[in-house]
């Protein structure tokens, strides 16, 4: 088993900053993927960003590309979303997630969910 707890979420003007933090407990591997989802008001949940623990080029959907960046501190079990350049359609609950094997966007490809976090742009 794995748990997760996201922090870090909140309110902020359009153009700011956030960062969330998801620390991982339990059994956790080299081999595992952490990453982010987001869920908006009657939306889909979607693929934000993901990276390995092990290391490697990280992933992101378009809609953060440049403005979005995931980071991991393996010593502390601890992955990161580093949020710039806020956009009110950013506004979501953010979930933390990771499961073994390959790195995915599909939201079924991921064991372990977090409760979420709410992130609130306003314009």
């Known amino acids: 088993q794995v748990q997760l707890v996201e922090s870090g979420g909140g309110l902020v003007q359009a153009g700011g900053s956030l960062r969330l933090s998801c620390a991982a407990s339990?059994?956790?591997?080299?081999?595992?993927?952490m990453g982010w989802f987001r869920q908006a008001p009657g939306k889909e949940r979607e693929f934000v960003a993901a990276?390995?623990?092990?290391?490697?080029?990280?992933v992101y959907a378009d809609s953060v590309k440049g403005r979005f960046a995931i980071s991991r501190d393996n010593a502390k079990n601890t992955v990161y979303l580093q949020m710039n350049s806020l956009k009110p359609e950013d506004t979501a609950v953010y979930y933390c997630?990771?499961?073994?094997?390959?790195?995915?966007?599909?939201?079924?490809?991921?064991?372990?969910w977090g409760q979420g976090t709410q992130v609130t742009v306003s314009s």
């Open positions: 990276i390995k623990w092990s290391g490697g080029s990280p």
């Open positions: 997630v990771t499961s073994q094997g390959r790195t995915t966007t599909r939201p079924g490809g991921y064991e372990y």
């Open positions: 339990g059994r956790t591997y080299s081999n595992y993927v």
